[in-house]
């Protein structure tokens, strides 16, 4: 009988969690700034949704060594790990990838017609950083 009460109260307090929608936005978010970057990033090596290499700026380009896309293995490096970062520490990875977002639009905001996309990204940078506050407010609430 112990085990069934404990096992109830215990589920009380996840469920109030998990009605909460704050914590319910915040799982939204840490999900797809878990998701997106990795698979994006992933992406990079493989060049099936876009050519990526064609969104880097020249000056970028002509400022790291190697070739454009050989950049963009980087690039592709670094958003694999924001998104795991964001996966395991929110409150870190979300700032991680915010600061990600506000270089691709400063490089987006130099190559003429990408201003649509430098746009999204800027919502995607506030999303972001919605995402940081939200890993403040919940942090130690994880639940699986």
């Known amino acids: 009988m112990s085990s069934a009460n404990t096992s109830t109260t215990s589920a009380a307090p ?11 936005a915040f799982l939204v978010l840490r999900t797809a ?11 990079k090596f493989a060049n099936l949704l876009v050519d990526w290499p ?14 454009a896309q050989a950049a963009m293995y980087a ?18 990875g979300a700032w991680l990838v915010a600061g990600w977002l506000a270089g691709i639009i400063v490089n987006l905001l130099t190559i003429p017609d990408y201003y649509d996309i430098a746009l999204r990204d800027f919502g995607l940078l506030l999303g972001a ?8 407010r919940y942090h130690g609430k994880r639940q699986h």
């Open 14 to 24: 996840r469920r109030a969690l998990l009605a909460d929608p704050g914590y319910q």
């Open 54 to 67: 064609m969104y880097l700026a020249p000056w970028i380009n002509d400022f790291v060594p190697g070739s």
């Open 75 to 92: 690039v592709g490096a670094i958003e694999i790990a924001a998104g795991i970062a964001v996966a395991l520490a929110p409150r870190f």
């Open 33 to 43: 700034f878990t998701v997106a970057p990795i698979l994006f990033g992933l992406d």
């Open 129 to 136: 950083v919605a995402l940081a506050r939200l890993a403040e």
